[in-house]
């Protein structure tokens, strides 16, 4: 019950996981190179039921959810709004390693291997 207006509160009912979660999960499947099939072996379910997942039709509870991710070699992770921006771009930062754009705990693979430092000792 809301203590405000002494009605009950329904929770919001998702019609289907969001879209971007939903092709992160089918982009590491054929990453892998797993048809729809394999990776519901893998997990225990249908073809039908990762078709349905995978194109919005499905919601799955949340424990199948992290079956799905955990066998791609994915996570969910919570992770406070105000810090999301920096999250996605250490993500792209590893999807592009060639990109300008460097996470600031990155190292340089040229100055590691040419012996250099770029910080003091003491």
Known sequence: MDPYTS?????LRLTGLPADLRNQIR?????????????????????????????????????TLLDLVR??????LVVPRSLIPAVQSLIRAQKEPD??????????????????KDHDEF
Do not use: C, M, N
């Open 27 to 63: 982009q590491a499947r054929t990453q892998r190179g797993w048809s729809q099939r394999q990776l519901g072996a893998a997990v225990g379910l249908p073809q039908s039921h990762i078709s349905g997942i995978e194109s919005g039709q499905v919601v799955p509870r949340f424990d």
């Open 71 to 76: 066998v791609l070699d994915l996570d969910l």
């Open 99 to 116: 990109s300008a754009e460097k996470a600031l705990y990155a190292v340089d693979e040229e100055t590691v291997e040419s012996g250099e």
């Open 7 to 11: 009605t009950p509160v329904k929770p």
